[in-house]
């Protein structure tokens, strides 16, 4: 089992509060620090404001040594697909091979209404595309270019330029959609992500893309398997509930809709989710503010699945 530390850096962070996750998850021996991208807090202030997702990355790989680096998930509305796959593949060599691409639909209008940036109704057809120009440009042999025309893109002898550092850059596909993103995700995917959902929902989205895997040729335990849920994970009660309503959530609802509660408790969560087939848990770390609750979930969390 993978456990990623994931953070929402949109409700309220400055860069040094990310870096000081990222190194703790790092000295813990966290497999990742992931974070969101989005520029709008979904409650509160935001204070001090949003943060690019792959400008913090880019620091982050700088100040950090073996961790795993990347986004739950890169919302296609944002970039055009040939910046995107440069950005990427930047901080990739600039991390020396440590960063991994979800990309998204992207699903939060009012931060597109705020900021101006156009949200098409229909956006699956953008992110298809997105898929095919952002792996298309990293595999094209050095020397020869890309083309590409679709409906929302055109690219012409686009040198596919620079390469990643890892020879294969994982790629992340998230959502609970019945045919259309299993489908992306055994066409494209490394691995499949499901994320806040109940055990009987992730059962059932894991299980269309076993078959999407099936119905495309591609074994299907070539595509790994993971989940996100929020984290409050107490030594005791009252911990776990102080936990709890720091980040806004009663301790009755993370037990039941998230990784909340004592450490017995989440270890049994987490384990109801492994046999469903996840391979991967993302521990959505909303009190960035909190680092004792990762030394707790290294401690004692974590080696429960060693």
């Known amino acids: 089992m993978r456990f990623r530390v994931f953070t929402e850096p949109q409700q309220g962070a400055e860069y040094e509060q990310l870096l000081a996750v990222a190194q703790t998850a790092e000295r813990l021996g966290f497999d990742a620090f992931f974070r969101s991208d989005h520029l709008l807090a979904m409650a509160g202030d935001g204070l001090p404001g949003p943060s690019e997702s792959w400008t ?3 620091g982050i790989a ?4 073996r961790i795993r680096l990347g986004t739950l998930v890169t919302s296609a509305t944002f970039r055009h697909p040939s910046i995107l796959a440069i950005q990427v593949a930047q901080v990739d060599r600039m991390s020396h091979g440590r960063v991994e691409l979800g990309l998204g ?3 939060f209008e009012g931060e597109h209404t705020a900021y101006g940036i156009p949200f098409p109704a229909k ?14 440009l990293w595999g094209t042999p050095v020397g020869s270019t890309f083309d590409f025309r679709g409906e929302h893109y055109e690219l012409a002898g686009a040198p596919g330029l ?3 550092a890892q020879e ?7 959502g609970g959609g019945p045919s259309r993103t299993p489908a992306l995700a055994a066409r494209f995917a490394d691995e499949y992500n499901v994320a806040f959902r109940s055990l009987d929902d992730t059962a059932a989205a894991f299980a269309r893309a076993r078959a999407a895997c099936e119905a495309s040729g591609r074994e299907p335990g070539g595509l790994r398997l993971s989940v996100a849920q929020t984290v409050a994970v107490g030594a005791d009660d009252a911990e776990a509930a102080r936990r709890a309503a720091a980040v806004g959530r009663a301790p009755e609802d993370l037990r039941a809709n998230g990784f909340g509660g004592t450490v017995p408790q989440v270890v049994d969560r987490i384990g109801a989710f492994a046999e469903l087939g996840a391979d991967t848990v993302y521990l959505q ?6 680092l004792d609750q990762l030394e707790l979930l290294a401690a004692e969390v974590v080696p429960a699945f060693s």
Request: aromatic share 4%; hydrophobic share 40%.
């Open 62 to 65: 700088r100040e950090t040594e």
């Open 285 to 290: 770390l909303l009190d960035l503010s909190d």
């Open 56 to 58: 913090s990355l880019a």
């Open 162 to 164: 620079p390469k990643p």
């Open 168 to 174: 294969h850059l994982p790629v992340i596909i998230g």
């Open 123 to 136: 956006r699956f057809g953008l992110l298809e595309e997105q898929l095919e120009i952002v792996t298309g």
């Open 105 to 107: 639909t992207g699903w």
